[in-house]
């Protein structure tokens, strides 16, 4: 069972940039997608991005496209990490990596949380304006 820790979240202003990571162990994690989702209070939990096995393919949501990016190095732990930059007030949530059960799939929107074996707890960031 891959077990799954977020880190890097804090509270930034507006305009700024933060890295999130995600750490895995207890498992084989090397050979599946990995996403990262945010739920802010009060709404449901967000698909933000996701990013093959091996780092070729990535996938953003369209509310952080050109601001945001994922990347994957395997060889080291944490091996995935969200580039945020020019946070807005309306990224505030609890962003939590996610370990899908497949290698890839064709992702939208709003993708099954289903298809994602495991979570971690989450890195809360914060936004201010």
């Known amino acids: 069972q891959v077990q799954l820790v977020e880190s890097g979240g804090g509270l930034v202003q507006a305009g700024d940039s933060l890295r999130l990571s995600c750490a895995a162990s207890?498992?084989?994690?090397?050979?599946?997608?990995m996403g990262w989702f945010r739920q802010a209070p009060g709404k449901e939990r967000e698909f933000v991005a996701a990013?093959?096995?091996?780092?070729?393919?990535?996938?953003y949501a369209d509310s952080v496209k050109g601001r945001f990016t994922i990347s994957r190095d395997n060889a080291k732990n944490p091996p995935v990490f969200l580039q945020m930059n020019s946070l807005k007030p309306e990224d505030t949530a609890v962003y939590y990596c996610?370990?899908?059960?497949?290698?890839?799939?064709?992702?939208?929107?709003?993708?099954?949380?289903?298809?994602?074996?495991?979570w971690g707890q989450g890195t809360q960031v914060t936004v201010s304006s």
């Open positions: 207890g498992g084989t994690f090397s050979v599946n997608s």
């Open positions: 990013i093959n096995w091996n780092g070729g393919r990535t996938y």
């Open positions: 996610a370990l899908d059960r497949r290698a890839w799939r064709d992702y939208n929107d709003n993708p099954d949380t289903t298809d994602f074996g495991a």
